[in-house]
């Protein structure tokens, strides 16, 4: 298909408008046409009515407007400043998961030995490990989908990350340590919230990576608290992501484990997203 670039961001953007909102869509045109066309974002919009061509555009638009998530589509997301590869089979990074990890530099600037549960695209692990290149991180998950993803971004982007295969539910999995450092964002979403989410995420990402039973939404949590207390060093400390709603039982039950400090950590939107402890 041959237009213009302001035509052609009209047509994706009217696709998409009723999953998104308007700004939203216009946001997602702007990185798809981009992705698809080699033009950049600024460029599209200095020039709007100069030619674009784009193979396939109608197919584009359908598969846009069916709602599968525009970083499947171009095929990469950024996190932490850096490129991931992702697709169906592993969840997309969040931008709060970039909060986590800037809190986990600011706490263990100096961590020499971390594990992250459930590493999906491998995006906590090798974020860490490219601010910290001295570190050994190890990266665990039960899919071998995203362990090939995660393989891939890591040798990619030249991390350098230990990958293992085990359940984050299971204690034999996980390796013994010590650690300074292990993190995990595990899924926490309970299953009757299901309904209430947009069907780009819903119809699209890993549910295993997302839901919990409503009859116990803190399953990963305690397991991993159980683990973790035997594989920290002394001065090591567990991090969390976490649904808000859960925060406070979520900090309550590591304190029963036995975790000496636990806190709760606000996001940017001031959302109870993150738990540090340590023993």
């Not at 393989?151 to 991390?159: D, I, Q, V």
């Not at 209430?196 to 409503?214: G, I, K, S, T, Y």
């Not at 925060?247 to 993150?274: I, P």
């Amino acid at each position: 298909m041959i237009t213009t670039r302001r035509e052609a961001l009209r047509l994706l953007t009217s696709e998409i408008r009723s999953i998104y909102g308007e700004r939203e869509a216009a946001t997602i045109a702007r990185m798809v046409l981009s992705a698809r066309s080699g033009i950049s974002e600024s460029a599209l919009l200095a020039d709007p009515a100069a030619e674009i061509e784009i193979p396939d555009f109608e197919d584009l638009a359908q598969e846009l407007g069916s709602g599968r998530p525009v970083q499947y589509i171009v095929g990469h997301t950024e996190f932490c400043g850096l490129e991931f590869r992702v697709r169906e089979g592993v969840l997309i990074p969040r931008p709060e998961t970039e909060e986590l990890v800037g809190h986990i530099l600011r706490k263990h600037p100096s961590a020499r030995h971390i594990l992250d549960i459930g590493t999906g695209s491998g995006c906590i692990a090798i974020a860490l490990k490219k601010a910290l290149p001295e570190a050994q991180i190890t990266a665990l998950d039960l899919s071998d989908e995203a362990l090939e993803i995660a393989r891939e971004n890591s040798e990619r982007l030249g991390a350098g990350i230990t990958l293992i295969k085990g359940d984050a539910l299971c204690g034999e999995s996980y390796p013994e340590g010590p650690f300074e450092v292990i993190v995990s964002n595990p899924p926490y979403i309970p299953q009757s919230e299901e309904r209430l989410m947009r069907r780009n995420v819903l119809d699209f990402e890993p549910h295993e990576a997302l839901f919990v039973p409503d009859s116990d939404p803190l399953r990963f949590y305690r397991a991993i608290g159980s683990e973790a207390l035997k594989r920290l060093t002394p001065t090591g400390s567990l991090w969390f992501e976490v649904h808000e709603d859960f925060a406070d039982l979520t900090a309550e039950m590591l304190a029963g484990q036995g975790y000496s400090r636990v806190e709760v950590l606000r996001d940017l939107f001031d959302k109870k997203r993150m738990i540090w402890s340590r023993p």
